[in-house]
């Protein structure tokens, strides 16, 4: 199954299908025809937020679903699958591929994700994980601790990378070079040639969502280009 998985979203694009409560297309029936026009349009795998929107988009697309839970909790800066909770909900929902942040930060809980993850693998031996990393050396990490899958998702979004330009080719480079788990490109990609740019690198897939799925902030960056 996992190798199955692996192979069905190898050299494709995965669209992010997401929508939070405070943008104007928040419903899982959206986000599940959002996921069906993505998969008529050539995706091999959909990028999902939430147990509920997961199971809403299985019912009519069958493609791997990645799926995470973002959870703020006071006090601490992750948010993308922070604890077991969300990782067995997303189990139940069917998520083929489970995303959580991959950084060195703490999460609710006060642990780390090198003292998490050994015991989300031990009670889910045959799940497909995906490490949402900042650094190379995130992704150094979270491969030595049996992530199946390095994706860029946070590079630019903490505090350590903050102002990095993205998509970061750079970083993708290193780790298609050094890594032996699949690289997944995910973070800024808006534009034909930068996706082109991001498997010259050597990636196994690559995620796009804004770009695709968040129609008010496709229309600021038209709008953005008006000339005064």
Excluded at 24 to 38: D, E, N, Q, V
Excluded at 82 to 95: C, F, H, S, W, Y
């Amino acid at each position: 199954m996992k190798k199955n998985v692996a192979e069905r979203i190898k050299g494709g694009l995965v669209v992010s299908c997401q929508a939070l409560e405070t943008e104007p297309l928040y419903s899982s029936y959206i986000m599940g025809r959002m996921a069906y026009a993505a998969m008529e349009g050539g995706a091999v795998g959909i990028r999902a937020n939430t147990p509920v929107d997961i199971v809403e988009i299985k019912k009519t697309v069958d493609l791997p679903v990645i799926g995470l839970h973002k959870v703020v909790t006071e006090g601490y800066d992750v948010y993308i699958t922070p604890t077991m909770a969300e990782v067995d909900a997303l189990v139940e929902a069917g998520a083929d591929i489970i995303a959580l942040d991959a950084t060195d930060r703490k999460r609710a809980g006060d642990v780390t994700i090198k003292e998490l993850f050994p015991q989300i693998r031990e009670k889910y031996p045959d799940m497909l994980f995906m490490a949402d990393c900042s650094t190379y050396e995130d992704a150094l990490q979270a491969q030595e601790l049996g992530f199946d899958f390095a994706g860029t998702t946070l590079c630019g979004y903490t505090k350590e990378t903050e102002g990095t330009e993205i998509p970061c080719y750079e970083l993708l480079r290193k780790m298609c070079g050094n890594l032996k788990i699949p690289v997944i490109a995910e973070g800024g990609i808006w534009e034909r040639g930068q996706l082109q740019e991001a498997f010259a690198c050597g990636i196994h897939a690559a995620v796009v969502g804004t770009a695709i799925t968040r129609p008010r902030e496709i229309t600021r960056r038209f709008v953005d280009a008006i000339p005064n």
